[in-house]
């Protein structure tokens, strides 16, 4: 192994630039304004959509600023009434902090007179649960056009942190409206969507106004005066003064700039806790907090915090906090930030409380620091191009400071010098890394004696599979008899989940029923044929079946992460272009819009395919052949990739060609006549089943009064029957699936569910996945135990996982699997219970599951593998259930 860990230096080096960044505070609204791409076309026209349109040459694409295409604008059909709720909308791509809008009318060269004198914006950061945008004093209409083709620029304030954003028209009388639109602002790279708080409090004193200390731009709910589900004045960008009576906003309130407690009104024994929710997993660094410390008013920082960490929303929260200890300071009374590390922690949600050391306790700003965070730059905000787009912004103004603002400390010249410092940090460490991967090549080039302690296992007959998770290791010489011939190519490096379980006499010692036969070979390997019959673990581990050396396992998801679907036998020495049924899509037409995840060799992307369903034509699986695009999954192949991966990257859209089913995701088309080879996959607008049920309850009259989302126990019935519909499908080919979750199972507008095998390449569900002694994962809490402790995924081991993701569905996904168990105690419970006279810890019957569904969950974790029900069962037990 070679002696430095680049990646460490990297973390390093990272660290250094957030402390050098540290003082800048995050996101200035005065410099944060740059053009987002409506009127130079990043923005691109399937991002536009609108809820009318007078004509085609009027539709939403010709709402860019500046721009004469079309009939000259976007004008909704008819006549614009007062009580209207017309709108023209943007996908930015992503979280963006929005600051400015600007609007024009219809001018087209001077043959359009129409136009919005007034507007209202709604925003979403999710395209789901919407909220309207007011400024500081409460208004929510903005003043527009007053002709057709001078431009209005108008400042947010405050600002809107948001994805999607409605520009409405408002008008008094009926009248036709056109509008032109430009966005200003920059990337919300902090990835803060919500934070929840108590309710801000008021301060009394003799002889002086209330002060009030409430979150006056939250956009969440005020429900028992505790704040949650939104952003307010702590991700706005305005910095409280040191005196908190004053405020940099004008005609507002005493106290506006801050959100403040009162020690003594809180009943919390000393503290705030507040909580805050990431659109993605991160690893933090350090949390920064703008504090008010006027101690002579009995305001000061606060004296400690303590921050726990949860890796998923629905996880449950990991025992150890982070816990910080403030200097106080009683001299200086000036507002500060004070910077808390976190410890490189891996959270989507933090919740922190916050002790008090005074009476009051006042902040204005909350930002975080992550390692997965781009770094803000000075001056140049980036836009939210697509990823292969450079793009080089200018500011709509220049803005001077206001006479509000602090002077310059004369600090810019340490600040210049420890860039500088940085620099050259950079270029040293980019020299150690090059040095260090030629030292590995050297080394890797040794002969690799670690490999005889290796288990190495051969694939027999028998219809379970030994799935690997490292590429093929070649047989060495001088091994004996009983050990794989030279010529035989189907031998792979297994390893097992502790170091233990490699000696075979620790392996008899684990599992008794092995012990007349622990070196004989570990049932493994694909189907040899189709009619295979199962085995049990006595039948498998105790026969002498013959060994198919055309038994092959294709990774299905091998280039862009660790699982693969266990398949039939192929006889596939080359594959060609002729071998590949899919079509020829054009590449150019696939425009990519985010990265789903990766893997060693390969990424999954999210793209939009332009003219894709004309390009399919009759017979095309699309469920909306009108729209001129579709979004689609992209399986794309890396330039740096092995001919290994390259060629079982061919075998999988060979593979995949041949699923044909209502309930698997298709392969559509594929790019593959010049690299990077690309797969080109259906994908479900509404995204995956455990997202989806995640973000819903079940239905109920108080559902309905308050639009919550919902989800009926009808409709959780219907994902199932379609869940195991697909299975069984798969289970008639033969086909393995071995990571059967509700992660991988996407869903379409109309609730119809297609599996799929992305979920184990996103770093959302990478806490699902046990690492095994660093290279490969698995889905532990979804896996049969004879997958745990034997390597074997069979079709049986697939209705094991089908038993938990029936649990998962009737939980609404709120809850991991086993959630009380650690990762090793999950691999303790499948051992250690098991041969303790079955005593198995089981999961619970989840509240909205009827038991006779329940009892079909718990057949399915049956212990003895012919016990357990086959998907054809499944399937035709669960049918009746969705006509009740």
Same mark, same amino acid.
């Given at each position: 192994m070679c002696w430095c860990d680049r990646w460490t230096i990297m973390h390093l080096f990272l660290l250094l630039i957030l402390q050098a960044t540290a003082a800048l505070g995050q996101i200035d609204p005065a410099h944060c304004r740059y053009a987002l791409g409506m009127e130079d076309n990043r923005i691109k026209d399937e991002a536009i959509t609108a809820s009318s349109q007078w004509y085609e040459t009027t539709g939403p694409q010709y709402g860019r600023f500046n721009s004469e295409e079309g009939d000259g604008a976007w004008?909704?059909?008819?006549q614009l009434e007062p009580s209207d709720t017309q709108y023209l909308q943007v996908d930015l791509g992503r979280l963006t902090f929005l600051t400015v809008v600007g609007t024009q009318g219809r001018y087209a060269r001077n043959s359009g007179n129409e136009y919005a004198r007034a507007y209202r914006l709604n925003y979403s950061r999710d395209g789901v649960l919407w909220k309207s945008w007011r400024n500081r004093l409460g208004n929510a209409v903005i003043e527009g056009n007053k002709n057709a083709y001078q431009s209005v620029i108008n400042d947010i304030h405050p600002p809107i942190i948001t994805r999607y954003i409605r520009v409405i028209p408002v008008t008094k009388l009926s009248t036709t409206v056109c509008m032109r639109v430009e966005l200003y602002g920059c990337l919300w790279d902090e990835g803060l969507i919500s934070y929840s708080a108590p309710e801000g409090q008021l301060m009394q004193q003799p002889g002086h106004p209330i002060a009030n200390f409430s979150d006056s731009t939250y956009d969440g709910v005020n429900e028992r005066r505790r704040l949650s589900g939104g952003l307010g004045q702590l991700t706005d960008g305005v910095i409280g003064l040191d005196n908190f009576l004053q405020a940099r906003q004008y005609h507002v309130w005493r106290g506006y700039d801050y959100l403040g407690w009162r020690n003594d009104s809180l009943g919390t024994q000393g503290h705030v806790e507040m909580e805050f929710v990431f659109d993605r997993q991160r690893n933090f660094t350090s949390m920064k907090v703008h504090s008010n410390n006027m101690f002579s008013q009995g305001v000061k920082i606060f004296s400690s915090v303590s921050c726990w960490f949860k890796p998923r929303l629905i996880a449950a929260w990991e025992p150890e906090p982070v816990t910080f200890m403030t200097v106080l300071d009683d001299r200086n009374p000036s507002a500060r930030y004070v910077t808390v590390p976190l410890n490189r922690r891996t959270a989507k949600s933090l919740r922190c409380r916050f002790y008090f050391a005074d009476v009051w306790m006042m902040f204005s700003e909350v930002s975080f620091q992550s390692e997965d965070t781009v770094l803000p730059t000075l001056l140049v905000p980036s836009p939210p191009a697509s990823e292969e787009t450079t793009v080089t912004t200018t500011p709509i103004t220049t803005v001077t400071p206001s006479a509000s603002e602090p002077p310059d400390d004369g600090n810019t010249p340490i600040l210049i010098g420890c860039l500088v410092t940085i620099i050259l940090l950079l270029i040293i460490i980019i020299f150690l890394i090059l040095w260090c991967q030629c030292v590995c090549k050297v080394l890797e080039k040794a002969p690799r004696r670690i490999l005889d302690e290796d288990v190495t296992v051969r694939l027999s007959s028998c219809s379970d599979t030994i799935i690997l998770q490292t590429p093929p290791v070649p047989p060495r010489s001088g091994r004996s008899a009983t050990g794989p011939a030279n010529s035989d190519p189907h031998y792979e490096r =297994?390893? $097992?989940?502790?170091?233990?379980y490699q000696n075979p006499a620790v392996l008899r010692n684990k599992l008794p029923e092995l012990s007349q036969s622990a070196e004989a070979s570990a049932c493994g390997g694909g189907y040899a044929e189709p009619d295979v019959t199962q085995c049990t673990p006595h039948q498998c581990f105790h026969s002498n079946a013959p060994h198919y050396a055309e038994t092959d396992i294709v990774r299905l998801q091998g280039v862009t992460g660790s699982n693969m679907y266990a398949v039939p036998a192929l006889t596939v020495d080359s594959l060609t272009r002729k071998d590949i049924s899919a079509a020829e899509f054009p590449r150019q037409q696939l425009i990519? @819009?985010?990265k789903l995840g990766e893997g060693q060799f390969g990424e999954v992307h999210l793209c939009e395919a332009e003219g894709l369903p004309e390009f399919l034509g009759e017979g095309s699986p699309l469920p909306? @052949?009108?729209?001129?695009? =579709? $979004?689609v999954a992209v399986k794309q192949l890396r330039a740096d990739a092995t001919n290994q991966a390259r060629n079982d990257f061919l075998k999988e859209i060979k593979i995949m060609s041949r699923l044909n089913d209502p309930n698997i995701i298709r392969l559509l088309c594929v790019c593959v006549t010049s690299d990077p080879l690309c797969m080109v996959t259906e994908y479900m607008e509404n995204g995956d089943l455990n997202m989806f049920l995640s973000q819903r309850e079940?239905?109920?009259? $108080?559902t309905h009064a308050n639009n919550i989302p919902s989800v009926s126990l009808s409709d959780l019935l219907h994902m199932s029957v379609q869940i195991? +519909? #697909?299975?069984?499908?798969?289970? +008639?080919?033969?086909? =393995?699936? @071995?990571?059967l979750a509700t992660r991988n199972c996407l869903l379409d507008r109309r609730l119809t569910i297609k599996i799929a095998d992305f979920g184990m390449s996103r770093n959302l569900y990478s806490s699902d996945y046990y690492r095994i002694q660093g290279r490969a994962v698995l889905p532990i809490r979804w896996m049969a135990w004879e997958s745990i402790l034997l390597g074997k995924f069979t079709t049986a081991s697939d209705v094991w996982a089908? #038993? =938990?993701t029936l649990w998962e569905i009737f939980t609404l996904c709120k809850e991991q699997p086993y959630s009380l168990l650690s990762d090793e105690q999950v691999i303790e419970n499948t051992g250690e219970f098991f041969r303790n006279q079955g005593r198995q810890i089981f999961l619970y019957a989840p509240p909205l599951c009827p038991p006779s569904l329940f009892e079909l969950m718990m057949r399915c974790w049956r212990r003895d593998i012919p016990d357990r029900p086959t998907f054809e069962g499944l399937y035709q037990a669960l049918r009746p259930h969705v006509n009740q």
């Open positions: 004008c909704p059909k008819g =297994v390893f $097992l989940l502790d170091p233990q990519f @819009r985010e909306d @052949r009108d729209c001129l695009s =579709v $979004l079940i239905e109920s009259t $108080l195991a +519909s #697909g299975m069984k499908y798969l289970a +008639s080919l033969n086909f =393995v699936h @071995r990571d089908f #038993g =938990v």
